[in-house]
Structures are given as C-alpha cells and as structure tokens.
C-alpha cells in the first residue's frame, strides 16, 4: 500500500520567509509525528498528534515553529521567519497501534535549506 | 547523560560475519525499542522493533532486549554489501510515550 509521503521534497527559501511542509500519513494510521534531522545531528522530536488528543508540542524548539493535523489526516508542519539554523531533513512518521507497540513508518521527508 | 547511546563507530565488517550494534538508554519505564536502517540520503526504514526481554529474530537480523541492563542490541548475520548504512536504535514509552527517542547512530561498512 501507499507510504507516508510529503511535499515538498526541496524546499530553499530566504531567510525571514514562512514554509510550509506537508505530511500525509498511511490511511488508518492514528498517529502522526513531526521530526528533524540536521546535518552530523541526530533525529530529533518535534510534534506528535495521536487521535483527538492534544498534540504533543514538547519538542518544537521555538514559538516559530507550529503544526496542524486536519480531519485527522493530513498534517502540516509551519516554520515562521525562518532561520538558517531551520536548515534540516524534516521527516514525518505515521503509526498505528500493533498489540502494545506503535510502529512508526517515515516518509522520504522534505530538505530544508534556508539561505 | 544522553538518553540513547549507541556504540560509537563506525563498524566495518566483511562480507558474511555478523555485526553486532548497541545501544544502551537511561529511561528505566521505556517500553518500546525499535533498530532502523538508514541509508544515505534517505529516510529511517523500520528493521525491526522488541518489547520484551529476549532474543527476537527476523531472517537474517535478531534483536536482543534487557531491560534490567537497559540495554538492547541488533545482530546482523550473514552481513551483506547492501546492509551497509547508518543503523538507529530509538526507545518509546516512559517519560517519552509515542514519540521516539534516537541514539546517534553506527554506521556499519560491509566490504567484500
């Protein structure tokens, strides 16, 4: 079946611009997470949205950064004034519940470069 | 202390031995570990994933699980060229419930 996927896949944008970048998850999957890899860092949490709960914002690194998940479904991560310290792989992940384990899937993610 | 950590690499094995990748994490209420595959310029691939202690084995690949050592391993049999990459260890539950939690990374070389 379909993955995860996101758009878009490059992003270059000035410093001081929005972006926005879209995740849509694997159809039935409950959960929704939000991460960045920089370069020579680790994978590093950012949002996570299970269900109707409030999401989890304990990992966005700046009251610039926000994300939404509508109907559900498709999600999308906004970075605000961008800096060039955004510049990152922004990956999603998508999941459902496997007896007590939720296993997460991630899309291709989106490089973002801030000039 | 950081959260995950994997032992330092990279590693470099030949074609047919078994690699052998750790990791070691400090939440004690974790519950979840997962090993993903990462091949350079693309994103994490899901190997495998244990939450119970014991071996769990997959084809060519077992993960080990210790909770009480608050450790857990990947073992690669039969190391091919292609299994070359940077493999993740993450932990979910405990204080960090969902989400995941990453170690660095070890990157692994298979030569011929």
């Known amino acids: 079946g379909a993955g995860v996927s996101q758009s878009p896949s490059n992003k270059v944008t000035e410093k001081g611009k929005d972006v926005e970048l879209r995740c849509d998850p694997i159809?039935?999957?409950?959960?929704l997470y939000w991460y960045r890899q920089s370069l020579g860092q680790g994978l590093e949490f950012l949002i996570y949205?299970?269900?109707?709960?409030?999401?989890?914002k304990s990992g966005l690194p700046s009251d610039r950064f926000s994300a939404e998940r509508t109907g559900g479904s498709v999600s999308t991560l906004t970075i605000q004034r961008t800096q060039q310290e955004d510049s990152a792989v922004y990956l999603c992940a998508s999941s459902t519940l496997t007896g007590t384990t939720y296993e997460q899937y991630f899309g291709p993610g989106t490089r973002l470069t801030v000039t | 202390q950081k959260e995950v950590e994997q032992n330092s690499g990279p590693l470099s094995v030949p074609e047919g031995a078994i690699a052998s990748l750790n990791c070691t994490y400090s939440d004690r209420g974790s519950q979840s570990f997962f090993w993903y595959r990462q091949y350079s310029g693309k994103s994490p691939e899901l190997i495998m994933f244990?939450?119970?202690?014991g071996d769990k084995e997959d084809g060519r690949f077992t993960a080990q699980l210790n909770k009480a050592s608050q450790y857990v391993s990947l073992l690669i049999r039969d190391s091919q060229p292609s299994d070359s990459a940077t493999y993740l260890c993450?932990?979910?539950?405990?204080?960090?419930?969902?989400?995941?939690?990453f170690g660095q990374g070890t990157i692994l070389t298979v030569h011929p």
């Open positions: 949205f299970q269900g109707n709960s409030a999401p989890d």
């Open positions: 159809s039935g999957h409950t959960a």
């Open positions: 244990i939450y119970s202690n």
């Open positions: 993450a932990v979910s539950g405990g204080t960090s419930y969902g989400k995941l939690t």
